[in-house]
């Protein structure tokens, strides 16, 4: 089969297009396989070129966390999902049996492992994976929103409505409008009836995301976020951030949050160590709270809200799988605005 592979650790050059890969067999009768219509990047992707501490690579490694396709082969003890049926899949993979797992908060699940960085990934013509991580949907969605989908949209439910418990009226700031994960959570708090707050270096970035809802916009580059927030509010500042920052901007975004203020946090592109004055902390009673990936009621939570057309990714640019690279390129510029996807 075909596939996008790297076989060592480095820069975007490690990528490799093969046409000589065998086509995954099932594991186990809990399994089934997808044959891949079109798989999407995520910033994960870029960390899995230059490895992830205690995370090894098998070569030739698929790359790849969201896809979505058809079934294309079924264990003996699957239920819910036939041959033939269109699919999106969640990239997490949990073991089902710690005790994380047996509570349904999968992302916790103590040999947790995503596709892409620690199983083989979704950029390739079929992928095998459990059954429990896929979700059908009808076949009227595209392949290619659909592919854009799972990750991102997954991430941001859990930040904005299980953590965070955004409800309306809610004042939510969101750094880095254009990424994946930062759209999704500006579609699903307003959804939420959220006033939404967004941030870009890119006034142009700034304007799209305008047209797709937001309520306010920040050029973080040109302007003093925290001032502006606490300028628009009345000095009330906002109920929660969204930061995936990390060291470039944690302290604005505390800068910018109100009393009784919730920050989530899911990475930190920029670096991970950062600073936080503990007296502001408690005086002002936030919440400051992690959060990663969604667990599988999160997954039917956004699947449900996929079927009905609520929500629906803002696609980027479309590659051929054979330009994977070009693809690549583009998440490494920082320059896309929505999910960048490749069809297989
Ligand atoms: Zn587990």
């Given at each position: 089969?075909?596939?996008?592979?790297?076989?060592?650790?480095?820069?975007?050059?490690?990528?490799?297009?093969?046409?000589?890969?065998?086509?995954?067999?099932?594991?186990?009768?809990?399994?089934?396989?997808?044959?891949?219509?079109?798989?999407?990047?995520?910033?994960?992707?870029?960390?899995?070129?230059?490895?992830?501490?205690?995370?090894?690579?098998?070569?030739?490694?698929?790359?790849?966390?969201?896809?979505?396709?058809?079934?294309?082969?079924?264990?003996?003890?699957?239920?819910?999902?036939?041959?033939?049926?269109?699919?999106?899949?969640?990239?997490?993979?949990?073991?089902?049996s710690c005790a994380y797992c047996l509570e349904g908060d999968q992302p916790l699940c103590i040999r947790y492992g995503i596709l892409g960085e620690h199983h083989p990934g979704t950029m390739a013509e079929y992928v095998v994976l459990p059954a429990v991580n896929v979700r059908t949907i009808p076949p009227s969605i595209d392949m290619v929103a659909a592919a854009a989908f799972s990750l991102a949209t997954l991430t941001a439910w859990r930040m904005i409505v299980s953590r965070a418990r955004v409800g309306p009226g809610d004042q939510v700031l969101i750094w880095g409008i254009g990424g994946g994960v930062a759209l999704a959570a500006m579609q699903i708090a307003k959804l939420r009836g959220a006033r939404v707050w967004v941030t870009s270096g890119s006034d142009e970035k700034l304007a799209r995301a305008r047209e797709l809802g937001a309520d306010e916009t920040i050029n973080h580059a040109t302007e003093d976020v925290a001032k502006i927030v606490r300028a628009r509010t009345g000095k009330r500042g906002v109920d929660v951030v969204i930061d995936n920052v990390g060291e470039d901007t944690w302290t604005r975004s505390l800068g910018a949050l109100g009393k009784r203020g919730r920050l989530v946090t899911c990475g930190g592109t920029s670096g991970p160590m950062v600073e936080t004055d503990i007296r502001r902390l408690f005086w002002n009673q936030w919440t400051i709270m992690g959060s990663t990936m969604g667990n599988d009621a999160e997954f039917d939570a956004i699947t449900d809200e996929l079927r009905a057309g609520r929500l629906m990714p803002p696609i980027d640019s479309v590659h051929e799988l054979r330009d994977g690279l070009r693809a690549f390129e583009r998440m490494a510029s920082g320059r896309q605005f929505g999910k960048i996807v490749v069809r297989i």
């Open positions: 089969m075909r596939a996008l592979t790297i076989s060592a650790h480095g820069g975007l050059e490690q990528l490799q297009y093969r046409d000589d890969l065998p086509i995954p067999e099932l594991r186990g009768p809990t399994d089934v396989r997808v044959r891949i219509a079109a798989a999407a990047l995520n910033h994960l992707d870029l960390f899995v070129f230059k490895g992830l501490p205690g995370v090894t690579i098998v070569p030739p490694w698929i790359m790849g966390g969201d896809g979505a396709g058809t079934i294309d082969r079924v264990g003996d003890e699957v239920k819910g999902v036939r041959l033939g049926e269109a699919v999106i899949i969640n990239p997490g993979i949990s073991d089902r």
